[in-house]
Every structure is written in C-alpha cells, then in structure tokens.
C-alpha cells in the first residue's frame, strides 16, 4: 500500500505580517517549512511527499534544501492555486497513481510528531479517514442568523488540525466534484464530509503542541523552539561461551579459549548498544529486525547490523550525543582491549570518542558470568533530535 503525503505550503501568510510567505520564516534558528519536512522524513512512514509551491517560492524552497535539507522524501511539486482548495487539488494531482492512502498537512504546523502522523495513517487505512484532533478547552459561542447566541456543549466538540489523512481515490473524487461544483471549504475533512459522510477524528501524544503559526506573535514567542528533543535508551543482551567460537566484544576480536555463541558473531555489547538505539527511537528490539530465523544473518558482523541501525537513527532526524556500555565477564581481563573498542563503538556511531564510554566489570564469581558460563552486557545511549 503506497502512503504519501501532500505538504500544502503555498499560503501567503497574511496575517502574520511577515511580508512573506511564513512558512519561509526563521522558527527558532530554522525555517517552519524545513522543520516540517523534517518532522515528515523522520516519521519514516511515508513512500514519498509532494510539496505544493507557488511559484514565486521556488528559490526559497531550494535555498531551504541546500541549507537545512536534503529532503528526499519529497519526490515531486506542485504549484500553488487561488485557493487553499485548489492547492491541495494540484498535489493530489501531481500523486503517483498507485497511491493508496494520503496524508494532506499544513507547512504552517512544523510540530507535528511521528505519533500523530501515524494516529491518522493508521486511522484511513481502516475507515478512509483519519482527522488529528483536540478536545476544545474554551466555551463556545454560537452566532445564529437571527443575532441570538447558542452555547454548544464543549464536551462534544473538538478542534481539528491537519494532517488529514484519507483513502486517495475519495479525497481526490471529493476534491475534484467540489472543483466543477464550486463548493467552498476550509479543510478537507469538509469535503470528505460533503460526498461521504462524517470524517474519523483520531487523538495522538503530541496533539496538543502540533500548532499552527498563524499570526506575528507566534513567531515573536519562540523559546519552546530551542528547546533540544532529548530521547534515552537502555540495553540488554547475554550469551553463552562455547568452545570453537570466536570471542567479540565492541567489534574487537579477544583471544579467549572460548566464545560467544549466537546466530551472529554474538557480539553482546554491540547487541545491547543496538538494542539501546531502538528504544529510544521507540521500533522495538533487534530481534524484531534481524530475527534469528534469517540466514542472512547467520555469522553477520555486529558492526554492520550497528549500521543498518544508525541508518534509521538518521532518518528519524537524530543524533548520538553519548553512548555508555558495560561489560560483564569474570574472564578474560578486559582492560588491555578498552582503548580499541571505544575507538571501533565511536566509528560505528558516527561521533567523537570522547562520546562513548566502555568499561567491564565481574561479578565475584556470581551468576552465569561469574560461574564463566556466559557474558552479558548493558548499554544506554542518548539521542538528540537534530534542530
């Protein structure tokens, strides 16, 4: 099922008094369209994006990719229409046609999180809609034509944001009879709602801070912006030692009378490292990703599979800031080897090695370590969402 998402960014921002197209203001030291492109790239749960540009903003579009981007997720662009409406329109237009389920967000709403993206992929794939919404915490006052005011009860409404996310055929239908039928709306859930009934509203973590920058005040208070996305992860991993494998630890091979034993080169501390990386991106355990059920990973070098790791690390928008592993082994000494596998675990990582810490430790002959039936090791690393 192919899933883009059509990034409406062709507003001219009036009301924000910018004297130009907001989404190409600075938003705390980066434009509101690169971080929200960036918000969408990182969810990794899209085949690909269309952007919707007037023309006019093409070169600022451009300038935003050399400076923030790449942006690869973005795979065609649109242009912008006289309308929100006719904009959108043009992206749905500009959409492969195998396109199954698509996700329509406001450049305007850089804040937007993977859990709230995904609240509403997984929403249209089940119903054909999915709405992000909020409860509405103010009273509403309802102007009737005849100058009377109503009180609508606030526990029934919401207030809805984008992304609006729905079965591609039926949003682009909706769109296109509203187009010959000149039928006016201020979402698209309107419009969905217009040809096919009510919408699906879905709740997520991180709804209520997924604002839209509308006026020149949002962009005067900006300190919730520099504000770094901290995320920590910790691992685990243990095997046993057997006789005719080789002993690795952090990538560097030991001279030991025995080794690790595992589907893998049973690399335990890189085991835990990894394990450490994907919790704190949230996607689960390296068991999920490289079952030992798979050939291919009969034997595979842990230090290649820590690649395919930092792979998603960096297309979820993150970076290590520091990585902390311990050992434990009762035999053999450990210390000698230190100063290699700080330096093997910080090229794995991408960073410094005044980032990374190894260390070992026994046990007082307790335990499976101690008893040198095996060896175990832990690791917790910290991730920095990059700005």
């Not at 187009?179 to 209520?208: C, I, Q, S, W």
């Not at 599979?305 to 290590?320: P, S, T």
Request: with cysteine.
């Amino acid at each position: 099922m192919s899933t883009w998402a059509v990034i409406v960014a062709a507003g001219r921002g009036e009301r924000a008094g910018m004297g130009r197209n907001k989404v190409f203001c600075d938003f705390g030291g980066r434009s509101v369209l690169g971080r929200c492109l960036s918000a969408f790239q990182s969810a990794n749960l899209f085949d690909g994006a269309a952007i919707v540009l007037s023309p006019q903003d093409e070169p600022l579009y451009r300038e935003i990719c050399e400076k923030e981007g790449p942006f690869p997720l973005v795979r065609c662009i649109a242009r912008g229409g006289e309308t929100r409406r006719d904009s959108v329109f043009n992206g749905l237009q500009a959409l492969p046609e195998d396109v199954e389920i698509v996700a329509i967000h406001d450049a305007a709403r850089p804040f937007v999180s993977r859990e709230v993206i995904e609240a509403t992929l997984i929403s249209a794939r089940e119903y054909g809609s999915g709405v992000i919404c909020t409860p509405v915490v103010d009273t509403i006052k309802q102007l009737l034509p005849d100058g009377s005011v109503a009180t609508p009860d606030r526990a029934a409404l919401r207030a809805v944001q984008t992304p609006q996310t729905f079965d591609r055929a039926k949003i682009a239908a909706a769109h296109r009879r509203a187009r010959e039928e000149n039928l006016a709306a201020t979402d698209d859930a309107m419009l969905f709602e217009h040809y096919y009934g009510a919408v699906r509203l879905v709740t997520a973590p991180g709804a209520e801070e997924n604002r839209k920058l509308t006026n020149r005040s949002d962009f005067e208070s900006d300190a919730a912006a520099s504000i770094p996305d901290f995320r920590v992860g910790q691992g685990y991993d243990a095997h046993r030692l057997a006789e005719g494998r080789r002993l690795v630890l952090c990538g560097v091979e030991i001279p030991h009378d025995r080794g690790l034993d595992g589907h893998s080169d049973a690399d335990v501390a890189v085991h835990a490292l990894m394990d450490a990386l994907l919790g704190a991106l949230g996607e689960g355990d390296i068991g999920r990703l490289f079952p030992d059920s798979d050939p291919q990973y009969k034997g595979a070098d842990s230090m290649k599979l820590l690649q395919i790791v930092m792979e998603r690390v960096r297309a979820r928008g993150c970076r290590v800031g520091n990585a902390d592993i311990t050992i434990v082994a009762q035999r053999p000494k450990l210390a000698g080897f230190m100063p290699r596998m700080r330096e093997r675990i910080a090229e794995g990582l991408g960073v410094d090695e005044t980032r990374v810490n190894v260390k070992a430790t026994t046990t007082e002959r307790m335990g499976f370590e101690g008893e040198e039936t095996g060896i175990s090791a832990q690791a917790v690393v910290l991730l920095v969402k990059n700005a």
